[in-house]
């Protein structure tokens, strides 16, 4: 399964705000603590901030001979959330507004509750969200002067475009920077860890990792941002494996392999510990866990009760993303168009290619127990899979490269073609997937996949299935 399988909830939410003004029949809103005890709560933390920007600068600094201004990711941590903030954040110089996370709910407290007009003060839990924002130290420091004027009046009037920050402030729960923490939060980074070192020892080396950083809207940001990680990483003994940048869904990331020394260092010592998760740059660091399919008792599909080849003359509609199938196997022979890039079929054994055939004759035979007309057109396949190196009954998905951009560029290799080249199958419109990213979370950010399927899906016409039976975890779906 992919870690999409569950779907992505758009989390609606009502306007906020300290004095928002409501009908009767409108639902509870978020009631803020009011200016003067905002500044009593956050004048410290706006003054940290400002500290951070220098110490920052001072570092680069000692490493550099050039004058550097330092960018810091600030965490703006609301409850609720707003509307077009990014608006407002673009209208400052030097403040990049990079993502909106839904947090879990909260308790009412004193500060922030939830009202209506009519019931007055309700006992629900007050959302909550984080509006990520890159600054410079001079950014920052519009900030602080903002909210200490409208810490001071009220009532003043925000200059044009930049009201929301009005509503930032009134929501405002806290203020910090993007901390090591945040980037491994429920990535399941620390328990693949874990667990790795509980079967194989201290002396398991390397490991792989998925370090997705802030996507800048600017090449030449993301291109800084990307060499000056890529030398934390090489100091720290680590090496980088490939890169992926996909604009159209704002992905910039690299599949790091890091020495097992950096393993332990976390464990031991927390996140903070290893400079790939205290560096600026970083937005998320995952596990890398190349998703495995294991052969069912029955090996290959039964050919008894198909029904018999016949002429397959039609253009490919359907494509399947899998394993290489058993091309001359009776139900499959003279229905595939198999498109082999990477050139996985010179060691894919047939004793090893279970999935692929069991999908392919799927989609084109259906259940072989009950026979019925098959496809009239032929079955385009796309191996993303290999059989696993100590398990001949295991295939597992390429691991050189991150699955997005895997997935990305195989799907492009279809309707738009690549290298030069004309496309592979442009008559298809429809995508099967049976496999994915395991580990990644779906928890408060759509994931980089789930983001992928949705914009090709609308940019290029397509229809994807995706399969949910081969996760091998739990399922743990809220309420």
């Keep these: 399964m992919t870690g999409e399988a569950r779907p992505f909830l758009a989390l609606g939410s009502p306007q906020v705000g300290a004095r928002f003004k409501q009908s009767p029949t409108m639902p509870p809103s978020v009631q803020g603590p009011g200016a003067g005890r905002q500044g009593e709560r956050l004048a410290r933390k706006f003054r940290e901030l400002v500290d951070a920007f220098d110490a920052r600068r001072a570092q680069l600094s000692a490493e550099s001979v050039d004058e550097i201004d330092p960018e810091l990711v600030l965490v703006f941590d609301l409850a ?18 990079l993502a909106e996370l839904l947090d879990e709910d909260t308790d009412p407290d004193d500060n922030f509750h939830m009202a209506s ?3 007055g003060r309700t006992d629900d839990k007050v959302g909550r969200s984080l509006q990520l924002v890159m600054s410079n ?12 004027d409208w810490v001071t009046n009220p009532k003043m009037a925000f200059q044009h475009g930049l009201t929301k920050f009005r509503t930032a402030f009134e929501q405002l729960r806290a203020i910090r920077r993007w901390g090591p923490a945040d980037r491994i939060r429920e990535t399941g980074l620390i328990e693949t860890w874990k667990e790795r070192i509980e079967v194989a020892g201290p002396y398991y080396s390397p490991v792989r990792v998925e370090v997705e ?20 990483i090489t100091q720290s003994g680590g090496s980088v494996k490939s890169r992926s940048v996909i ?7 690299l599949l790091v392999e890091l020495p097992v020394t950096q393993v332990s260092a976390v464990l031991e010592k927390g996140a903070g510990s290893i400079s790939i998760l205290t560096a600026d740059e970083v937005m998320f660091v995952g596990p890398i866990n190349p998703m495995s399919v294991t052969a069912t008792a029955e090996d290959l599909p039964s050919s008894k009760n198909a029904l018999p080849v016949g002429q397959t003359l039609g253009l490919p509609r359907i494509a399947l993303l899998d394993g290489l199938p058993f091309v ?9 168009v198999v498109d082999d890039p990477e050139g996985l079929g010179s060691d894919y054994a047939v004793s090893s290619r279970h999935h692929g055939t069991a999908m392919a004759s799927l989609i084109i035979h259906g259940d072989l127990s009950s026979p019925a007309q098959p496809l009239n057109r032929r079955l385009y396949v796309r191996p993303i899979l290999r059989p696993h190196p100590f398990n001949p009954h295991s295939e597992h998905v390429l691991d050189e490269t991150l699955f997005p951009d895997l997935l990305h560029r195989a799907i492009l290799r279809i309707v738009e073609g690549e290298h ?9 419109r429809i995508i099967k997937l049976s496999i994915g990213a395991e580990s990644r ?6 994931s980089p996949l789930g983001r992928l399927l949705d914009w090709l899906a609308l940019t290029k016409n397509l229809l994807f299935i995706v399969s949910a039976g081969n996760h091998s975890s739990p399922l743990l779906i809220p309420a």
């Design 441 to 446: 979370a779906l928890v408060r950010k759509m």
């Design 80 to 97: 609720g959330t707003i509307t077009d903030f990014r608006n407002a954040v673009s209208k400052i110089a030097g403040l990049e507004f």
């Design 137 to 148: 130290a001079k950014a920052a420091g519009q900030l602080v002067t903002l909210f200490n």
């Design 328 to 336: 001359n196997h009776n139900v499959l022979q003279g229905r595939l």
């Design 247 to 253: 604009a159209g869904i704002s992905y910039h990331a």
């Design 420 to 428: 030069g080249q004309p496309p592979a199958a442009p008559s298809v």
């Design 117 to 119: 007009k009519v019931a």
């Design 213 to 232: 950083l802030w996507y800048r809207r600017e090449a030449r940001d993301r291109q800084r941002a990307e060499t000056h990680l890529t030398s934390l």
